[in-house]
């Protein structure tokens, strides 16, 4: 593929990942040696049925969950190896997760919730101007003051969205179904970023 995204070097490499899990002394495997490449610039919709480990590898992925075997580089970052507190400041600092059930704070305005990112790692000029920008981006400019609860649920998801996009993340994680909303939206989403 000449001069597309396989050209590009891989954002995200998985090597040989496995992920089992136990309940009621019965161990199931989800993920059985799992070996992918996602190149810069790829959109990548990950599609299955309900448990066929889509989220798991997701949680693999951003660091949320531990793999039992193999590894995971993104960039030049193994984050298999890092400790917890380093996992942490990767995940803060490089990937952008915007969960199934969006995970806004109900005590902060939309515009809190977006920039909390940016503030978390002490960069609190720069979080308001991002995020006032990210929510003009996604069509939420006039609902900076909001709460989450005075919102429908596709304007919570575009406030995850903005808030997955805030610290300019060389990742961005989300579930099937905003995948699907990204690719309607196409150019506005990619101008996000």
């Keep these: 593929m000449k001069n597309g995204a396989k050209d590009l070097p891989a954002v995200v490499q998985i090597r040989d990942v496995t992920k089992t899990y136990t309940e009621g002394g019965v161990t199931r495997t989800i993920l059985d040696q799992v070996n992918l490449d996602v190149h810069e610039g790829e959109f990548f919709v990950l599609l299955g049925k309900s448990g066929s480990g889509k989220s798991t590898l997701l949680n693999l992925v951003s660091g949320i969950d531990l793999v039992d075997t193999g590894g995971i580089r993104i960039h030049d970052t193994e984050i298999t190896r890092l400790n917890d507190r380093q996992l942490t400041l990767f995940r803060r600092d490089h990937i952008g997760f915007v969960f199934q059930f969006f ?5 902060l305005t939309v515009l809190e919730n ?5 503030e978390l790692s002490g960069q609190f000029e720069r979080a308001r101007k991002r995020g006032t920008a990210l929510l003009e981006r996604v069509g939420l400019a006039n609902r900076t003051t909001a709460y989450p609860d005075r919102l429908s649920g596709g304007e919570q998801q575009r406030v995850a969205i903005a808030r997955a996009l805030v610290c300019d993340p060389a990742l961005v994680l989300a579930d099937e179904q905003l995948a ?5 939206q196409g150019n506005a989403f990619s101008n996000c970023c």
């Design 114 to 118: 977006v920039m909390l990112p940016l």
């Design 103 to 107: 995970n806004l704070i109900p005590t």
């Design 180 to 184: 699907i909303w990204m690719k309607i």
